[in-house]
């Protein structure tokens, strides 16, 4: 009898991931068709590096090991940079995206991530320590998620603001 052991051998080969690869959410979906249900899968995935690099991505398949490797690949096309302060956010911010809300709060050193399963995901995954969430409206993770990305992709420091404004950070920090 054969043995499959080439998986094994793969994992070998494969380079350590610098990425933090987390799965928010899985979904069995079906499609009731002619000769019966169809059941496929879709995966919602975020990908950080733990040092203010974050993604998402959502896969699709007809299994759950391929929609979860699809949904990982998406979420690495989509990563962008996020504005630490130390291990926290700068400043208070809602992210908005669908009936998604999600209000992210800086916290003292010590404080931990205060954050449900979806909004943790992405704060843990871009290194942030110190937070407080709420998820304001939709509990649904894909909306939560994209809403704490666009939330995180808004923040600013003092530097940043006064590059913009034409003045120095001590100015606008009064």
Request: hydrophobic fraction near 40%; charge should be positive.
């Amino acid at each position: 009898m054969a043995y499959n052991n080439d998986r094994r051998d793969r994992r070998k080969d494969e380079a350590p991931s610098e990425f933090v690869e987390k799965v928010v959410s899985l979904n069995r979906v079906s499609k009731t068709v002619k000769g019966g249900r169809v059941a496929k899968f879709s995966a919602l995935c975020v990908v950080g590096d733990g040092k203010g690099r974050v993604g998402f991505g959502m896969g699709k398949a007809n299994e759950v090991s391929e929609a979860i490797r699809k949904g990982l690949e998406d979420a690495k096309k989509n990563i962008c940079t996020i504005t630490l302060q130390g291990t926290t956010i700068p400043h208070e911010v809602i992210g908005e995206f669908g009936a998604g809300r999600v209000l992210l709060k800086p916290a003292p050193e010590g404080t931990g991530v205060i954050a449900g399963g979806a909004v943790r995901a992405v704060v843990e995954a871009a290194g942030i320590k110190n937070i407080r969430t709420k998820c304001l409206r939709t509990n649904n993770p894909a909306n939560v998620v994209a809403a704490t990305m666009e939330g995180l992709k808004s923040l600013r420091n003092a530097a940043q603001v006064a590059a913009v404004r034409g003045k120095t950070p001590e100015e606008i920090q009064g």
